[in-house]
């Protein structure tokens, strides 16, 4: 099979849950400890970091790999969604997994992925964890794809855990409180390895401080460390709250060295070291156009906000959601004196932009309805003068059509 034949095959053999969603998630790690003893357990050859979170995990995850990498470290990055290639999920010092590999992987595992009900993103852990200990790399930042406790990736024995933030978002799956959620990405401590909770949620707190004290796990709230200041070339404010979770990570890798200089330029170069797309992404300059795959209520909150402050004479809004998405916690946080372009992206669980443009009047947000992501986005580029300012968000396959 070519390329494009093995992600057809991929995409068309086994549930993926940026297509299906919840009826993609399987809440076992039966299929991929099968895999795994499969591929000969490769999770156990190499060191590795594990990241989860509602927010900030896939900047967090990038920003690690960034200063590890000028650290001078062989650095595995696994990271979901991709936006434009499934090669971005697996990345080596930021260079996506080859086209031959990922061939080669389904080739020589076909029958036996044919034969067992694995999910799609069973498959793609298990490859990825095959990439890596093929590739021996020095250690891998891990980011859990949806929750923790039964994610796919929490076979992994790390060397230290980072959880970013708890939000509501997936409460479908995850549950419908904060307690709820936070208990499900508490389920990535291990026993004895250090955790590291990015923000202190002091109604939540006490999730992480009773199972850390289960597992015999030191917890670092980083919000309440006295660290130094660094910035980042992320753009976006919030990335200030990543950048705390990332240093106290850093802080507790013990066999790693990694000094200041390393954790500078690291924090200065994330894009170019690994890749990173759509966070606070900027397109154009006249006009200004910015994208951000934000697209729960806490993310949202924080890059309304940011989009709010900045300069414009006009502000215009490409946006599109998926159909679980609850807008009645969303909506709220969006502008009313701004100008929407709404649609749907392009992915069996887009939301129509027709119910979207419906539900979005009720909060006095009003705009015309597209066809599709690229129109929408071709028509504010019409209209918008070199004064004004566009946004595209609301998903990540949103973000993902204009990229």
Not at 147 to 153: A, E, K, N, V
Request: charged share 20%; glycine share 8%.
């Amino acid at each position: 099979m070519t390329y494009t034949e093995t992600l057809d095959w991929m995409f068309a053999q086994l549930p993926m849950y940026q297509q299906k969603g919840k009826k993609a998630f399987n809440s076992k790690l039966d299929g991929i400890l099968a895999l795994s003893q499969h591929l000969e357990n490769p999770h156990q050859k190499f060191k590795s970091i594990h990241v989860a979170g509602t927010n900030g995990k896939g900047s967090s995850s990038h920003m690690l790999a960034s200063i590890l990498q000028e650290a001078g470290y062989n650095v595995g990055l696994y990271t979901s969604p991709h936006l434009k290639d499934f090669r971005e999920r697996i990345r080596i010092n930021g260079k996506p997994v080859s086209k031959e590999f990922v061939m080669g992987f389904i080739t020589c595992h076909k029958t036996f992925l044919s034969s067992n009900n694995f999910s799609f993103f069973e498959m793609t852990v298990g490859m990825a964890f095959d990439y890596f200990a093929k590739e021996k790399v020095d250690i891998a930042v891990i980011e859990v794809g949806l929750g923790g406790r039964l994610d796919s990736t929490n076979i992994i024995i790390p060397e230290v855990s980072l959880i970013t933030n708890i939000g509501y978002d997936h409460m479908d799956i995850l549950g419908d409180t904060l307690e709820k959620i936070a208990a499900e990405k508490a389920g990535i401590i291990k026993e004895g390895i250090p955790v590291v909770v990015s923000e202190y949620q002091a109604d939540i707190a006490w999730v992480f401080e009773e199972k850390a004290r289960a597992k015999s796990a030191e917890l670092t709230f980083a919000s309440q460390a006295a660290l130094p200041e660094f910035t980042t070339s992320l753009l976006g404010a919030y990335q200030k709250r990543n950048i705390k979770g990332v240093l106290v990570t850093l802080n507790k890798l013990k066999i790693f060295k990694i000094d200041t200089t390393n954790i500078k330029n690291g924090l200065l170069n994330v894009i170019g070291n690994t890749g990173l797309q759509g966070r606070w992404q900027v397109l154009g300059a006249h006009p200004r156009i910015i994208c951000d795959t934000a697209h729960n209520k806490e993310g949202l909150s924080l890059v309304i906000a940011q989009l709010l402050q900045q300069p414009y004479k006009t502000l215009y809004l490409v946006l599109g959601f998926v159909k679980e998405k609850d807008l009645d916690t969303i909506l709220p946080l969006f502008p009313k004196n701004a100008q929407y372009y709404f649609c749907k992206p392009n992915i069996p669980r887009g939301l129509d932009a027709e119910i979207l443009q419906a539900k979005a009047k009720e909060y006095h947000l009003y705009g015309e309805v597209y066809a599709g992501v690229s129109e929408a986005y071709t028509a504010v580029n019409q209209q918008a003068s070199a004064a004004d300012l566009i946004f595209v968000g609301g998903s990540n396959f949103t973000v993902a059509e204009v990229l």
